[in-house]
């Protein structure tokens, strides 16, 4: 079965620092979503990517999947202490023969310090 | 559009008591999860569906039942709760393709005492 790891478990950075999140999958990755997660909230989408290489941003939160496809990483930039939070990532099950339904990484999750 | 609703958000619950946890989505979707969120862990899936009258069996779906009567709706059926339920249970929804994006409802915190 596919399994996602991401690193670090956790991380505190200081406001105005940038920051990475990686996750790497046991599998090939076919659509690799990115979300993070505040305490008592639902997950709240943040990016999606599929083909190797596609980098997207969104404000100062960058994800990119890499060539091999097998690894993500999450950029920020400039940090905020509204970036803090659990960010996950999500693979696309279907190395499972799943009906679209999402493996997850365990979470990493994000201080900033003010 | 109120996107995934769920109810209640927490809920204390004795070991042998059962409870449905509700689901709903506006939105027209298809397909609907339930994951279930342990302490430092990531979402594993319990139970899905495909559409309306169809339901399959995620990788934790023991101790749990659903229906899907509607395109709406989607109850968790917990029967004869035990402590290992504990957890954050969350509905997930999405249109149908494979790379469309699951939207996620705001979860409920389940105690099991």
């Known amino acids: 079965s596919q399994e996602l790891e991401q690193s670090p478990q956790s991380l505190i950075v200081q406001e105005g620092k940038n920051l990475t999140i990686n996750c790497t999958s046991s599998k090939t990755l076919y659509g690799l979503y990115w979300y993070k997660q505040k305490y008592g909230e639902g997950l709240i989408f943040l990016m999606m990517l599929q083909k190797g290489g596609e980098e997207k941003s969104h404000e100062k939160i960058t994800a990119k999947l890499d060539e091999k496809k097998q690894q993500s990483s999450l950029h920020i930039t400039a940090s905020q202490p509204s970036h803090a939070g659990i960010y996950l990532c999500?693979?696309?099950?279907?190395?499972?023969?799943?009906?679209?339904?999402?493996?997850f990484g365990k979470g990493t999750k994000l201080s900033v310090k003010p | 559009n109120a996107g995934v609703t769920q109810t209640p958000k927490f809920r204390i619950l004795k070991i042998g008591q059962s409870m449905t946890l509700q689901c709903t989505q506006d939105m027209n979707h298809n397909y609907m999860y339930w994951y279930r969120q342990d302490p430092g862990m990531g979402l594993k899936l319990i139970y899905y569906?495909?559409?309306?009258?169809?339901?399959d069996k995620g990788e934790v779906p023991n101790g749990y039942n659903v229906s899907r009567s509607t395109t709406e709706d989607f109850p968790l059926r917990l029967e004869l709760a035990a402590p290992s339920q504990t957890s954050v249970y969350f509905c997930?929804?999405?249109?149908?393709?494979?790379?469309?994006?699951?939207?996620f409802g705001p979860g409920t915190r389940l105690t099991v005492l």
């Open positions: 999500g693979a696309d099950g279907r190395n499972g023969g799943s009906q679209g339904n999402l493996i």
């Open positions: 569906s495909v559409g309306a009258g169809i339901t």
């Open positions: 997930a929804s999405k249109l149908a393709g494979v790379t469309d994006t699951q939207y």
